[in-house]
């Protein structure tokens, strides 16, 4: 599905932000594990979150969404159970990398697929750390396919992790917490942190301290989990391709009701804020431990901006919406330590230098990050312009986003992927002003 954009389009009005699809993962694989009576209000039903969805269900979750597109988790009378199928779990890393964690730590059997883009992803980063607790896992070189057979887990583990990651992370939590493995984790630099925020809502005895600049999690080997009904708040991944559209087409208001503001997410506000972005936080309150808010984003100039160290996890979906937000702001903005980039579902900085060729935009991509040449004015077109998203959500977004700063339409190619965690894109974006065709 190509999509093409329009000229003259805006970004305002007042729309309520899609649900969060990191937590609407966590809380549906948290919520099978419990085998426990729940309810989830808010759930993005997104491609991704409904792959794990399927994975669960193939495994015995029995989980059921009802018309309302509420989902209901029921307590079972048998316990999860071996599969001979294979669980596809087609472009998502999050939904492979935690189930990975859960089903190995519960013992089970079964084989991994996933589209692509997924299979070319690295997965060592999740398989080391769990052979070492004592799963039985093989895969083709560190990829896919991934084939769990039962194992024994040790007692005790203690991991610090190499690489920034959640995904990481949550994968050895949950592993631990099926297992009845004591965790301690040692996170040099924070990420996002809706597993242990999760694990406690529910009761999970885990603890965060820190120690010399680093977070040190800990889960307990017994927990004693009661499951309550959740309420996932929406994804400011999501938002930000609406606050950058608002701030780049110059326009005078736009409202986004139910953001999450986890502070391991926020980042992107406070770099926007820091380019010169006029955006108001109201009605801040926490839903089911998770805070969330309304923002107002206001008429504003962008100026560029520099992002380097300990800011690039907490900003790593954004970064490239951030570069659409830098291109079109007065002066250079430099990005560094974003060389994650480079894993995600498509390579992100090399998509988004091919992005700026085509339009113009002068820029510098190198090893981690990239150098973008800002300038506010509406991009002049004379020819036709079709950008590649390589089948990645976040780049196909953003440079429908960049659309609003060209004089003619330009074609995005390949947009299907956006359905992964932004299912309502093109409606939504439609009702606030700027129409997209396919
Ligand atoms: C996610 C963590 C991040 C992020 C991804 C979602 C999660 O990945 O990029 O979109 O839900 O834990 P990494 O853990 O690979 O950094």
Redesign the pocket.
């Known amino acids: 599905m190509n999509l093409t954009t329009s000229t003259d389009g805006h970004i305002l009005g007042k729309v309520q932000c899609p649900g969060d699809?990191?937590i609407s993962?966590?809380v549906l694989i948290l919520g099978a594990f419990m085998n426990q009576d729940m309810v989830i209000d808010g759930f993005l039903h997104g491609e991704d979150p409904l792959s794990t969805m399927n994975a669960l269900n193939q495994i015995g979750a029995g989980i059921l969404v009802d018309e309302d597109d509420r989902v209901h988790l029921q307590k079972r009378n048998q316990s999860f159970h071996n599969v001979d199928n294979v669980l596809n779990l087609g472009n998502s890393?999050?939904g492979l990398?935690l189930m990975l964690g859960l089903i190995s730590g519960m013992g089970l059997k079964a084989s991994f697929v996933g589209d692509e883009s997924l299979s070319s992803r690295p997965m060592e980063r999740v398989i080391n750390p769990l052979a070492e607790m004592g799963a039985n896992i093989e895969s083709s070189r560190g990829k896919l396919p991934i084939s769990i057979s039962p194992s024994t887990f040790n007692l005790q583990y203690t991991y610090e992790l190499p690489i920034?990651?959640?995904?990481?992370k949550?994968c050895i939590l949950l592993a631990g917490l099926a297992a009845g493995t004591a965790i301690e984790i040692i996170e040099p630099i924070q990420?996002?942190d809706?597993t242990e925020r999760m694990l406690k809502n529910f009761g999970a005895n885990i603890e965060t301290t820190s120690l010399d600049g680093k977070n040190i999690i800990k889960l307990a080997s017994t927990n004693n989990l009661h499951a309550k009904n959740y309420s996932v708040v929406g994804d400011i991944?999501s938002a930000a391709f609406l606050i950058v559209g608002a701030l780049i087409s110059n326009s005078p208001g736009l409202e986004i009701t139910n953001v999450g503001m986890n502070s391991s997410r926020t980042g992107v506000l406070k770099v926007l804020q820091k380019m010169g972005a006029n955006i108001e936080v109201k009605n801040q309150r926490l839903e089911s431990g998770e805070p969330c808010a309304d923002i107002i984003v206001k008429k504003s100039k962008l100026k560029g901006v520099e992002l380097s160290g300990k800011i690039i996890?907490n900003i790593?979906?954004e970064i490239p919406i951030i570069s659409i937000a830098a291109a079109f702001a007065d002066g250079e903005t430099v990005i560094k330590d974003a060389a994650?980039l480079r894993v995600?579902e498509s390579d992100r900085l090399q998509a988004v230098s091919e992005g700026f060729s085509a339009l113009g935009i002068k820029h510098e991509n190198f090893e981690d990050g990239m150098n973008i040449q800002g300038a506010p004015n509406t991009l002049l077109i004379d020819h036709s312009i079709s950008i590649e998203s390589y089948d990645d959500h976040r780049i196909a977004m953003s440079f429908l986003i960049a659309g609003l700063k060209c004089s003619k339409p330009i074609t995005v190619r390949d947009c299907q992927n956006i359905f992964t965690s932004f299912p309502n894109f093109i409606e939504l974006i439609s009702s606030t002003g700027y129409e997209l065709k396919k």
């Open positions: 699809k990191s993962q966590r890393g999050t990398r920034a990651s959640a995904q990481v949550s990420t996002r809706h991944s996890p790593i979906d994650e995600k």
